[in-house]
Protein backbone atom coordinates (compact mmCIF):
# COMPACT_ATOMS: atom_id res chain seq x y z
CA UNK A 1 0.00 0.00 0.00
CA UNK A 2 1.19 3.09 -0.90
CA UNK A 3 0.61 6.71 1.01
CA UNK A 4 -3.11 7.06 -0.60
CA UNK A 5 -3.52 3.38 0.91
CA UNK A 6 -4.44 2.15 -2.36
CA UNK A 7 -4.76 -1.57 -3.30
CA UNK A 8 -2.03 -3.49 -4.32
CA UNK A 9 -0.61 -3.45 -7.90
CA UNK A 10 -1.48 -6.48 -10.58
CA UNK A 11 1.04 -8.87 -12.41
CA UNK A 12 -0.77 -8.48 -15.19
CA UNK A 13 -3.26 -6.17 -16.92
CA UNK A 14 -4.31 -6.22 -20.82
CA UNK A 15 -2.55 -2.69 -21.29
CA UNK A 16 -1.72 -3.58 -25.10
CA UNK A 17 -5.16 -4.27 -25.73
CA UNK A 18 -5.99 -0.87 -24.41
CA UNK A 19 -3.58 0.87 -25.96
CA UNK A 20 -4.72 -0.43 -28.97
CA UNK A 21 -8.06 0.52 -28.37
CA UNK A 22 -7.10 3.69 -27.33
CA UNK A 23 -5.36 4.28 -30.85
CA UNK A 24 -8.08 3.31 -32.60
CA UNK A 25 -10.67 5.34 -31.01
CA UNK A 26 -7.93 8.67 -31.69
CA UNK A 27 -8.03 7.40 -35.16
CA UNK A 28 -11.58 7.49 -35.24
CA UNK A 29 -12.19 10.49 -33.93
CA UNK A 30 -9.44 12.49 -35.64
CA UNK A 31 -11.22 11.34 -38.94
CA UNK A 32 -14.75 12.55 -37.53
CA UNK A 33 -13.15 15.53 -36.35
CA UNK A 34 -11.74 15.79 -40.42
CA UNK A 35 -14.83 15.54 -42.03
CA UNK A 36 -16.94 18.16 -39.67
CA UNK A 37 -14.41 20.62 -40.56
CA UNK A 38 -14.34 19.62 -44.04
CA UNK A 39 -18.53 20.00 -43.95
CA UNK A 40 -18.11 23.52 -42.04
CA UNK A 41 -16.03 25.24 -44.22
CA UNK A 42 -18.00 23.93 -47.31
CA UNK A 43 -21.36 25.17 -45.91
CA UNK A 44 -19.79 28.84 -44.21
CA UNK A 45 -21.54 27.66 -40.81
CA UNK A 46 -19.74 27.57 -37.85
CA UNK A 47 -20.88 24.31 -35.54
CA UNK A 48 -20.61 24.56 -32.14
CA UNK A 49 -18.71 21.43 -30.68
CA UNK A 50 -18.59 21.81 -26.69
CA UNK A 51 -21.45 20.10 -26.39
CA UNK A 52 -19.28 16.86 -26.86
CA UNK A 53 -15.42 17.55 -25.70
CA UNK A 54 -14.63 14.46 -24.30
CA UNK A 55 -15.95 11.96 -26.98
CA UNK A 56 -14.33 13.95 -29.86
CA UNK A 57 -11.44 15.84 -28.09
CA UNK A 58 -9.54 18.64 -29.98
CA UNK A 59 -9.77 19.06 -34.01
CA UNK A 60 -6.21 17.78 -35.31
CA UNK A 61 -3.85 20.45 -36.44
CA UNK A 62 -2.25 20.67 -39.60
CA UNK A 63 1.10 19.92 -40.41
CA UNK A 64 3.37 22.93 -39.76
CA UNK A 65 5.77 23.28 -42.73
CA UNK A 66 8.59 22.29 -40.25
CA UNK A 67 6.28 19.14 -39.81
CA UNK A 68 6.71 18.08 -43.13
CA UNK A 69 10.36 19.09 -43.90
CA UNK A 70 11.85 17.36 -40.76
CA UNK A 71 9.67 14.37 -42.24
CA UNK A 72 10.65 14.54 -45.41
CA UNK A 73 14.54 14.54 -44.32
CA UNK A 74 14.26 11.13 -42.65
CA UNK A 75 13.88 9.87 -46.46
CA UNK A 76 16.21 12.31 -48.20
CA UNK A 77 18.86 11.63 -45.98
CA UNK A 78 19.31 8.00 -46.55
CA UNK A 79 18.95 8.45 -50.13
CA UNK A 80 21.34 11.29 -50.34
CA UNK A 81 23.92 9.05 -48.23
CA UNK A 82 23.27 6.34 -50.33
CA UNK A 83 24.17 8.34 -53.72
CA UNK A 84 27.42 10.25 -52.42
CA UNK A 85 28.76 6.32 -50.52
CA UNK A 86 27.92 4.97 -54.47
CA UNK A 87 29.86 7.14 -56.44
CA UNK A 88 32.73 7.45 -53.79
CA UNK A 89 32.82 3.63 -53.56
CA UNK A 90 32.72 4.00 -57.76
CA UNK A 91 35.87 6.74 -57.19
CA UNK A 92 37.83 4.88 -54.88
CA UNK A 93 37.48 1.71 -57.66
CA UNK A 94 38.87 3.09 -60.50
CA UNK A 95 42.07 5.76 -58.63
CA UNK A 96 42.71 3.39 -55.56
CA UNK A 97 42.38 6.72 -53.77
CA UNK A 98 42.42 6.57 -50.02
CA UNK A 99 40.75 9.83 -50.23
CA UNK A 100 37.42 8.62 -51.17
CA UNK A 101 37.16 6.12 -48.51
CA UNK A 102 37.65 8.85 -45.74
CA UNK A 103 34.58 10.34 -47.98
CA UNK A 104 32.44 7.32 -47.32
CA UNK A 105 33.04 6.95 -43.96
CA UNK A 106 32.34 10.89 -43.25
CA UNK A 107 29.16 10.79 -44.71
CA UNK A 108 28.23 7.72 -42.91
CA UNK A 109 29.46 9.21 -39.70
CA UNK A 110 26.90 12.51 -40.64
CA UNK A 111 24.32 10.42 -42.32
CA UNK A 112 23.73 8.69 -39.62
CA UNK A 113 24.35 11.57 -36.73
CA UNK A 114 21.82 13.47 -38.77
CA UNK A 115 19.28 11.11 -39.20
CA UNK A 116 18.85 10.08 -35.96
CA UNK A 117 18.20 13.39 -34.62
CA UNK A 118 15.75 14.10 -36.89
CA UNK A 119 13.94 10.66 -35.77
CA UNK A 120 14.25 12.21 -31.92
CA UNK A 121 12.61 15.46 -33.20
CA UNK A 122 10.10 13.74 -34.99
CA UNK A 123 9.13 11.27 -32.09
CA UNK A 124 8.89 14.69 -29.26
CA UNK A 125 6.90 16.20 -32.02
CA UNK A 126 4.46 13.40 -31.91
CA UNK A 127 4.43 13.12 -28.21
CA UNK A 128 3.48 16.50 -27.63
CA UNK A 129 0.40 16.01 -30.82
CA UNK A 130 -0.46 12.54 -28.69
CA UNK A 131 -0.31 14.24 -24.84
CA UNK A 132 -2.66 16.89 -26.60
CA UNK A 133 -5.16 14.42 -27.87
CA UNK A 134 -5.02 11.53 -25.89
CA UNK A 135 -7.19 13.33 -23.15
CA UNK A 136 -10.15 13.42 -25.19
CA UNK A 137 -9.94 9.69 -25.56
CA UNK A 138 -8.88 8.62 -22.06
CA UNK A 139 -9.94 8.97 -19.26
CA UNK A 140 -9.07 8.55 -15.23
CA UNK A 141 -10.52 8.24 -11.96
CA UNK A 142 -10.82 6.27 -9.05
CA UNK A 143 -12.23 2.86 -8.69
CA UNK A 144 -13.72 1.52 -5.58
CA UNK A 145 -13.97 -2.07 -4.88
CA UNK A 146 -17.70 -3.08 -4.52
CA UNK A 147 -17.38 -6.95 -5.46
CA UNK A 148 -14.75 -9.21 -5.20
CA UNK A 149 -14.20 -12.66 -6.32
CA UNK A 150 -10.97 -14.22 -5.76
CA UNK A 151 -9.99 -17.44 -7.53
CA UNK A 152 -8.52 -20.46 -5.66
CA UNK A 153 -4.50 -20.29 -5.53
CA UNK A 154 -4.39 -24.64 -5.98
CA UNK A 155 -4.49 -26.47 -8.87
CA UNK A 156 -3.21 -29.49 -9.96
CA UNK A 157 0.18 -28.89 -9.34
CA UNK A 158 -0.48 -27.60 -6.02
CA UNK A 159 -0.50 -24.38 -4.27
CA UNK A 160 -0.11 -21.28 -7.07
CA UNK A 161 2.19 -18.10 -6.84
CA UNK A 162 -0.27 -16.39 -8.36
CA UNK A 163 -4.06 -15.76 -8.73
CA UNK A 164 -6.96 -14.03 -10.72
CA UNK A 165 -9.32 -11.60 -9.20
CA UNK A 166 -12.63 -10.39 -10.56
CA UNK A 167 -13.38 -6.97 -9.63
CA UNK A 168 -16.47 -5.15 -9.77
CA UNK A 169 -15.32 -1.30 -9.54
CA UNK A 170 -17.43 1.66 -9.08
CA UNK A 171 -15.79 4.47 -10.48
CA UNK A 172 -15.10 7.97 -9.37
CA UNK A 173 -14.03 9.97 -12.84
CA UNK A 174 -12.36 13.46 -12.93
CA UNK A 175 -14.58 14.56 -15.14
CA UNK A 176 -17.96 13.06 -15.89
CA UNK A 177 -20.28 11.05 -13.94
CA UNK A 178 -19.57 8.04 -11.74
CA UNK A 179 -20.09 4.85 -13.09
CA UNK A 180 -19.54 0.55 -12.52
CA UNK A 181 -17.26 -1.57 -14.48
CA UNK A 182 -15.36 -5.00 -13.85
CA UNK A 183 -12.10 -5.84 -14.31
CA UNK A 184 -10.10 -9.34 -13.91
CA UNK A 185 -6.17 -8.32 -12.90
CA UNK A 186 -3.77 -11.48 -12.03
CA UNK A 187 -1.95 -10.72 -8.21
CA UNK A 188 0.29 -12.59 -6.45
CA UNK A 189 -1.15 -14.21 -3.61
CA UNK A 190 0.69 -12.57 -0.80
CA UNK A 191 -1.03 -8.88 -2.52
CA UNK A 192 -4.41 -10.75 -3.33
CA UNK A 193 -4.86 -11.27 0.50
CA UNK A 194 -4.74 -7.36 0.62
CA UNK A 195 -7.57 -6.93 -1.84
CA UNK A 196 -11.17 -5.95 0.28
CA UNK A 197 -14.54 -4.57 -0.49
CA UNK A 198 -13.60 -0.58 -0.30
CA UNK A 199 -10.25 -0.77 -1.46
CA UNK A 200 -9.35 2.03 -4.24
CA UNK A 201 -6.89 2.82 -6.38
CA UNK A 202 -6.38 5.29 -10.22
CA UNK A 203 -7.94 3.44 -13.11
CA UNK A 204 -8.29 4.52 -16.80
CA UNK A 205 -10.91 3.59 -19.31
CA UNK A 206 -12.24 4.59 -23.13
CA UNK A 207 -14.53 7.58 -22.65
CA UNK A 208 -16.66 6.29 -25.21
CA UNK A 209 -17.29 3.17 -23.48
CA UNK A 210 -16.36 3.28 -20.06
CA UNK A 211 -17.81 0.60 -18.11
CA UNK A 212 -16.65 -2.02 -20.84
CA UNK A 213 -13.21 -0.69 -21.13
CA UNK A 214 -12.30 0.72 -17.36
CA UNK A 215 -9.10 -1.00 -15.91
CA UNK A 216 -6.76 -0.51 -13.03
CA UNK A 217 -4.06 1.82 -13.90
CA UNK A 218 -0.37 0.47 -12.44
CA UNK A 219 1.84 2.78 -14.38
CA UNK A 220 1.31 5.82 -12.98
CA UNK A 221 3.88 7.62 -10.35
CA UNK A 222 2.56 8.86 -6.86
CA UNK A 223 2.43 12.44 -8.67
CA UNK A 224 -0.15 11.52 -10.88
CA UNK A 225 -2.23 9.53 -8.82
CA UNK A 226 -2.39 12.59 -6.44
CA UNK A 227 -3.67 14.51 -9.01
CA UNK A 228 -5.82 11.88 -10.41
CA UNK A 229 -7.79 11.59 -6.59
CA UNK A 230 -7.84 15.08 -5.99
CA UNK A 231 -9.91 15.52 -9.46
CA UNK A 232 -12.17 13.16 -8.45
CA UNK A 233 -12.67 14.29 -5.43
CA UNK A 234 -13.82 17.85 -6.85
CA UNK A 235 -16.05 16.36 -9.41
Do not use: C
Amino acid sequence: MDSLATWPSPLSLDDRGFDAAAMRQLGRASSSSERSARAEAAEGVQVETAEEPAAQGPAPSKASLGEKLTASLLLVIPLVSATVVVLSALRWADSHNGWWLGVVAAVLVLAAVSWVAVLRRSFARAQGHLAARLPGVVGHGVGIIRELDVESPFDENGISDTVTAHLTLRVNPTQGPAFTGSVDAVYRAADAEKLEVGAHGPVRYLRSDPEASVTIDARLDAGKVQQIYRAAAMN
